[in-house]
C-alpha cells in the first residue's frame, strides 16, 4: 500500500521535503499491517516521528477510511505509543 508523501507530511506537521529527509536518516520511521477477519481487505499505515504519531486506514479500494495523528508536543513519544497491539 503506498501514500502520497504529502498526506504523511501534514499527518506528522513537517513539510513533505523535510518528511523525506526524515525518513532518510531514520527519524521517522513505519509500520504496515494488514487486517484480518472482519479488517480483511484494509491496511493500516503508521508512522512514527519523534513527538508525533500519524496513522491511516485504507480501504480494499485505496481509499482512506480514517486518519489520526497523537502529537506529544515538546515531550518524546513514549515507547508504549511505538507499540501497535493487534
Known amino acids: ?19 523525506r529527509e526524515e525518513m532518510r536518516a531514520g527519524r521517522i520511521t513505519s509500520l504496515a ?7 480483511s481487505g484494509r491496511h493500516r499505515l503508521t508512522f512514527f516521528s519523534e513527538h508525533r504519531r500519524f496513522r491511516v486506514v485504507f480501504d480494499e479500494t485505496g481509499t482512506i477510511i480514517q486518519r489520526s ?9 513514549p515507547k508504549s505509543v511505538r507499540k501497535i497491539s493487534g
Open 69 to 77: 495523528a497523537v502529537d506529544f508536543g515538546n515531550s518524546a513519544l
Open 33 to 39: 499491517e494488514r487486517g484480518v477477519d472482519g479488517d
Open 1 to 19: 500500500m503506498q501514500i502520497d508523501a504529502s498526506i504523511v507530511a501534514e499527518g506528522l506537521g513537517l513539510a513533505p521535503s523535510l518528511l
